[in-house]
């Protein structure tokens, strides 16, 4: 049974189009052109590809670090396709071994159930810098073994994501997690520029949140964050809600590594698509405060963006073509991980992984693997 979706406007990864159509049969797009028997379906707004966001701590009141569990995950992934991601790698930050090993215990249980719209893990430490800790547990940060490296190696976690501090940990183990096929991001880290270009030699393909909690650009010390920019094969996430970078310095860094570089991610926490404004995290509390959350010193604390909002923030306050906008938040993210022949763009042959969004860039219908969530 195959559905012929008409758009009003309809982006299919790479350009936009006026009133066309595109065929969904089973979990794949089977063409661009409407089929003979398909039922019709007509939708008043832009049909576009899903969004993949590479940085999710949480949503939906669950933090992934205290809701350890495919329910936990299920509940973020739910959060989180009401604002059109349809594909996500949660993401657990520093924590103690055996938090790790039930994350990955609950991530193996996902990615065997093939539950939808979750594609692997992000471990964000705990192999990190302590003066660009943010707020990641300093009694958590620590040098990494082979306890944390059998968890990263697993081959049954789907896509992995390891973000660690360059500085404190060897090239030659970031080596070796490239070659069990770890993606490796830099991030959270004070490292010189000289020590973050031989991680990327090693192998490492990827910087978390650029700018935030990460070595500054200057004039004679370039910093992670020159190092990121100056190099060219390398990916970028960006946190655009607007507090964690500036827009101006948002639009220089999309500059200088191409939308086909930079990544939108969230680093949402359990705050998106809750409506409580106070959250446990650790011993603390994660408070939110119009779209912004800290914890009691100040500190910003993740964000409670959605992929929605940064999409609409990335063209409404950085001015940056809508195309490029919902590039950065789709293909580019699947690139990062690989999945470009499958996700990031609405082609035949490619998974359904639909938003439709109206003209303020908000969410009103969502589809993952052509069934509407
Ligand atoms: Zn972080």
Redesign the pocket.
Known sequence: MSITYQARQFFDGEKMHDNATVTVEGNQVLSLAPQPGAQMIHLDGLLAPGFVDVQVNGGGGALFNTDTSIEGLSRIREAHSRFGTTAMTPTL?TDDIGRIETAAEAMAGAIEQQLPGILGIHF?GPHLSKPKK?I?REKFIRCITDAELAQFCRQDLGKVIV?LAPENVPADIIAELVSQGVHVCL??SDADAETVMAALEAGATGF??LY??MSALTSRAPGMVGAAMADESSYAGLIVDLYHVHPLSARAAIRAKGTDRMMLVT?AMAHVGSDKSALPFFDTVIQREGDKLTIEDGTLA?SALDMASAVRNSHLHLGLPLTDCLQMAALTPARYLGLEHKLGKLLPGYQADMVLLNDQQQVEKCWIGGQPV
Request: proline share 0%; aromatic share 0%.
């Open positions: 930050i964000e943010g990641h973000t991030g959270h978390t949140h935030n909690a680093d993740g």
